[in-house]
């Protein structure tokens, strides 16, 4: 039997705005395009210099804070695959941090 996953965020309510403003600025900096998939979204950001360290700065920092997302990057030669999913009940903060018509 599967334990549920709580969907749950361990940031206060000024942390989660500062977390979602460092999402937003890195995409807007680096998003190539935004694909919704199962659970989540797909996104391809630009290699340019800084992107891949502030990314894994920002994974790690999600990671923490909610883990009940499944984050994964697969780098290419010219863009970092970031594949973001979650439970459906956890649906709101994915479209949060990751939503939007900028991709």
Same mark, same amino acid.
């Given at each position: 039997?599967?334990?549920?996953?709580?969907?749950?965020?361990? &940031?206060? #309510?000024?942390?989660? @705005?500062?977390?979602?403003? +460092?999402?937003?600025?890195?995409? %807007? *900096? =680096?998003?190539?395009?935004?694909?919704?998939?199962?659970?989540?979204?797909?996104?391809? &950001?630009? #290699?340019?210099?800084? @992107?891949?360290?502030?990314? +894994?700065?920002?994974?790690?920092? %999600? *990671? =923490?804070?909610?883990?009940?997302?499944?984050?994964?990057?697969?780098?290419?030669?010219?863009?970092?695959?970031?594949?973001?999913?979650?439970?459906?009940?956890?649906?709101?903060?994915?479209? %949060?941090?990751?939503?939007?018509?900028?991709?």
């Amino acid at each position: 039997m599967t334990r549920p996953v709580a969907i749950a965020c361990s &940031l206060d #309510a000024a942390g989660a @705005v500062q977390r979602v403003r +460092e999402w937003r600025l890195l995409l %807007e *900096r =680096a998003l190539v395009s935004r694909t919704p998939v199962a659970g989540g979204v797909r996104m391809e &950001l630009a #290699a340019l210099p800084g @992107v891949r360290q502030e990314l +894994e700065g920002l994974i790690q920092a %999600e *990671r =923490a804070c909610c883990p009940f997302l499944s984050i994964d990057v697969v780098p290419s030669d010219a863009v970092l695959v970031l594949v973001v999913t979650a439970p459906a009940t956890g649906a709101a903060i994915v479209a %949060e941090l990751f939503g939007g018509d900028n991709g």
